[in-house]
């Protein structure tokens, strides 16, 4: 709920109609993925886990625990047990608090909107023991909690959370190639923004994360005035970003024109995404968060398995 696009200090993160939705859901990476912890997504190496997988011939050096002493008194030979080791994504939350977050005029903001989707994803990686992080970005990186795994680890990233304002320049593509190689091992990364910066240079940067083996999906936050340009009378528009920067203009004169830029834009932003094997989901702020998320993540788990 907001008055005159401000969230309602009431107002929590964790949307229950969204959080109810999604707690059979399971978010599987497509891709395989490297951890340490024990979870539900595979790694290519052999290491001690639950799952069997193969027998090998016992080497000098191997430890003793590993030898199958059933089969040894079976065969006479010494084998030792290979387990398929099951480990846990490490998750990124990328959150863009740059001053055009902060837009909300008939629905709440798009940070209040995007840092709800944070918060029901963080809960929901953090339920199936996988390792969830937060970036908070704008014009650099403002806050960052690596990846953890433990249940104590959500009041962490919801305080977090809590604490973002949306303020100062957007420099999204800087900030995603510099997160880049703070992520050492191959995980997943979830980018929540407006996309109000240069649309190549974005694409550039997740196609970056990509090229380094990283699986990367862009929520891209957008309140419905932004899209539909539903204004009826003489208006006064003000830069979030830039202080000082406002027009006066009639929204009947320039809306067809707004509107074929702002087509423009999201085709390119989904068309480019497509090309790089990111995926694309938009966050319109007037959609219920859990038909959202549950949508697409739903339609993911279908498409994984």
């Given at each position: 709920?907001?008055?005159?696009?401000?969230?309602?200090?009431?107002?929590?993160?964790?949307?229950?109609?969204?959080?109810?939705?999604?707690?059979?859901?399971?978010?599987?990476?497509?891709?395989?993925?490297?951890?340490?912890?024990?979870?539900?997504?595979?790694?290519?190496?052999?290491?001690?886990?639950?799952?069997?997988?193969?027998h090998r011939h016992y080497s000098p050096g191997d430890e003793t625990r590993l030898i199958d002493w059933r089969v040894l008194a079976r065969s006479d030979r010494c084998y030792i047990k290979q387990f398929e080791e099951e480990t846990n994504l490490k998750c990124l939350l990328v959150l863009d608090a740059s001053g055009s977050m902060g837009f909300g005029h008939s629905t709440v903001t798009k940070l209040r909107y995007a840092q709800m989707a944070s918060a029901c994803l963080a809960r929901m990686m953090l339920h199936q023991q996988d390792a969830v992080g937060l970036a908070v970005v704008d014009g650099s990186l403002r806050t960052f909690i690596p990846p953890r795994s433990r249940a104590s680890h959500f009041r962490v990233l919801v305080e977090a959370l809590r604490s973002v304002v949306a303020v100062g320049p957007t420099s999204l593509a800087g900030e995603l190639r510099e997160l880049g190689k703070r992520l050492r091992?191959?995980?997943?990364?979830?980018?929540?923004?407006?996309?109000?910066?240069?649309?190549?240079?974005?694409?550039n940067a997740l196609h970056h994360l990509r090229l380094r083996g990283h699986e990367t999906i862009l929520f891209h936050t957008m309140a419905p005035e932004e899209l539909s340009f539903a204004f009826s009378r003489w208006s006064r528009f003000e830069c979030l970003e830039t202080a000082g920067h406002r027009i006066d203009l009639d929204p009947s004169a320039i809306r067809k024109e707004y509107l074929r830029r702002v087509g423009e834009f999201l085709g390119r932003l989904e068309a480019g995404c497509g090309e790089i094997g990111c995926d694309y989901m938009p966050l319109e702020t007037s959609r219920p968060l859990a038909e959202v998320l549950g949508h697409y993540l739903s339609r993911r788990a279908a498409r994984v398995r």
């Open positions: 709920m907001s008055v005159n696009g401000q969230a309602l200090p009431h107002a929590d993160l964790l949307d229950p109609m969204a959080m109810s939705r999604l707690g059979q859901l399971e978010l599987i990476a497509s891709r395989i993925v490297e951890g340490f912890l024990s979870g539900k997504h595979r790694s290519p190496y052999k290491g001690s886990s639950v799952e069997f997988a193969e091992r191959r995980g997943m990364i979830f980018v929540l923004s407006d996309c109000f910066d240069d649309v190549e240079g974005t694409l």
